[in-house]
């Protein structure tokens, strides 16, 4: 039994803020931020989303996405577990910019996707959040406790942002992505998870607060540096690890977290791996965090570029810092 990828969905906010519209309230410039991050713009969550309502609004519009996709998908299809959204036995969001300390993202969603009695929690692993839902969804339909999982990643990084520090303001987007996992006897589904964490490197990026605090400045720190020297380190490490089993001539793309272009470049270079093999979209939805890979995910699954047997290898990094890949068969 595996546990397969059987739709996906994304949502991001309307509102775009671009490098020049930033440049206007900030020290920055469009050349900077897209020779060093590859961002062009990002779409933000502003004040038509009321506050306690970001992350559960923009999750909630991605999961109806991937739940329609994965019924569309069970009409025609056979798909061994999957009818319809009551099939639906448990949901795990990934997320560390929830509206609310409790109850769990996942708990509000619930109810607000009429899914009656199903487990729901939510993991915080920040950038990598998504990657340890998936990888979590993986072992409970591994071990046969549950079939069908809707595994989101949201976040709401804007909220965090102190507008005046632009070593950190011009990164985030935010967005969310989901993914309908079900337990699968054809070849397709999750071959590989690995997560690992160096909690010593907490320092380098945190959050104290849910929001940003004008007051205390209290909202996101972060050793641009540190981070980044860390994710072309380890990325391709887990990235490795991941793919051990097979031949990566066969891997069709690897899917990053989209946290910088430069970081994905040095990622293949260090794998010598091509570039066409890492699909970005950083330019058009800056860092959305946990969001990021299945944005990306879902971006390729309506371009049609992912075929049935596609192997697909899935990496996140971010704050802990934590680090995972899951290699999967489309
Ligand atoms: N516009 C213009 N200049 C800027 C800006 C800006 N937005 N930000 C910084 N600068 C200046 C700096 O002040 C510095 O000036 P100085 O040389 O006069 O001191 C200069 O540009 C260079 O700054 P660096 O910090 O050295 O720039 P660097 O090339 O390291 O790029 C960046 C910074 C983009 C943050 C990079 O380090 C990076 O991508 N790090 C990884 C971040 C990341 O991946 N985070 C993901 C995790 S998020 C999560 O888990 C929630």
Redesign the pocket.
Known sequence: MTAEIISTGAFVPEKTVTNDDLSGI????DE??RT??GIGERHIADEEFPNDEKAFVLALKACERALNNASEKAKTEKTASFKDRSDIDMIIVGT?TPDFSFPATACRLQEALGIENAAAFDISL??TGFIAALSTADAYIRAGVYKNILVVGVDV?SRLIDWSD??TA??FGDGAGAAVVSASDSESGVIKTVLHSAGSGAKA?YSKSMYFNEDEKAGMS?D??K??DF?VRKTPEVIREAVESINCDDVKYYVLHQ??I??IEAVSKRLKEPMEKFPHNIGRYG?T?AASIPIMLDELEREGRLKKGDLICLAG???GLAYGAVLLKF
């Open positions: 900030m020290d920055t410039n900077w931020i060093r991050t560390s920040a950038c990084l632009r070593g011009v990164l990026l972060m641009g540096k981070v980044y994710a946290a910088n430069r970081i860092n965090s990094f971010g704050a």
